[in-house]
């Protein structure tokens, strides 16, 4: 017969070890960094905000929650996504008005990675080729505006003047452009990057022909 208290010992033995290996678990997932961006459209809807990120490599991840807001408001809106090779997302939105995004890996039990960087995101109408449109950058802290760096674009126009009111001016008719700005601010040890999305106010342009 075992000694007293042997077996209790042996299940809190192995409850603990069960307590660690879950614990292991999250802070796996917890390591890793996703990388979140906003993706150029392949049509022309300014009403959407596309976004992608990095899939995580973490065998345990199941899926991701997307966390959205304007950023004039306080709280996060989160949609959860299925799947760890499915990484990327639409979110709905209004033009011109800015948005903050991150996004989080999650396992079977609900628990979440470390947040992946933040990103805004500006949707912005214009003119069509041949007119120029002044377009307005938004911030959180107007103040951070001068120290903003572009990083990429635009590649279908020009874009002058001093942030926070530039000058686009379309190169082409392509339809589509990308300002990508880095921020001061920084958010899980990664500065915020910003994305000034353009678009044309009108898709399509009329043709004209001479009546007989």
Known sequence: MPPSGWISIRFSTRFLLFMSM????ATVLAVTM?????????????????????????????????????ASVTNFSVTNIVGRTTTNAAVPCVP????????????????ESD?????RAQNILVNGFGKVTPITVLDPTPGNLPQFVL???????????????????????????????????VFSSQNVTSYVSVYRA??????????P
């Open 34 to 70: 996703l990388t979140l961006s906003v993706v150029a459209q392949s049509t022309n809807n300014p009403n959407t905000l596309k976004v992608r990120w990095d899939a995580s490599p973490d065998a345990a991840a199941v899926g991701y929650s997307l966390y959205y807001r304007l």
């Open 22 to 25: 879950k614990k292991i678990l």
């Open 115 to 119: 947040a992946s960087n933040k990103i």
């Open 151 to 185: 990083t990429s674009g635009p590649t279908n126009g020009v874009a002058t003047g001093t942030l926070p009111t530039l000058t686009y001016n379309p190169t082409n008719t392509f339809g589509k452009d990308m300002l990508v700005f880095k921020t001061p601010d």
């Open 202 to 211: 009108l898709a399509n342009s009329p043709t004209i022909t001479v009546q």
């Open 96 to 111: 011109y008005a800015l948005y903050e995004l991150y996004v989080t890996a999650k396992d079977a039990n609900n628990l």
